[in-house]
């Protein structure tokens, strides 16, 4: 009988890893959907604007 609660407590904690790490490979994916998001909504909004700076307001240039 001991050893059917030790493997059940064994599978308790892998199921409880296996979903920290989900839940953790489901925050990176909202995030980078939320940065591919942004990317795609702001793009225009920045072509529009005018360049803060340009290539001659370097003073290092790495090639």
């Given at each position: 009988?001991?050893?059917?609660?030790?493997?059940?407590?064994?599978?308790?904690?892998?199921?409880?890893?296996?979903?920290?790490k989900?839940d953790?490979?489901?925050?990176?994916?909202?995030?980078?959907?939320?940065?591919?998001?942004s990317?795609?909504?702001?793009?225009?909004f920045f072509?529009n604007?005018?360049?803060?700076?340009k290539?001659?307001?370097l003073?290092?240039?790495?090639?």
């Amino acid at each position: 009988m001991m050893n059917l609660e030790t493997e059940v407590r064994d599978i308790k904690r892998y199921v409880i890893e296996i979903s920290k790490k989900v839940d953790e490979l489901l925050y990176e994916k909202e995030i980078v959907s939320l940065m591919k998001l942004s990317e795609k909504s702001l793009s225009s909004f920045f072509d529009n604007e005018p360049d803060i700076y340009k290539i001659a307001d370097l003073k290092v240039r790495y090639k």
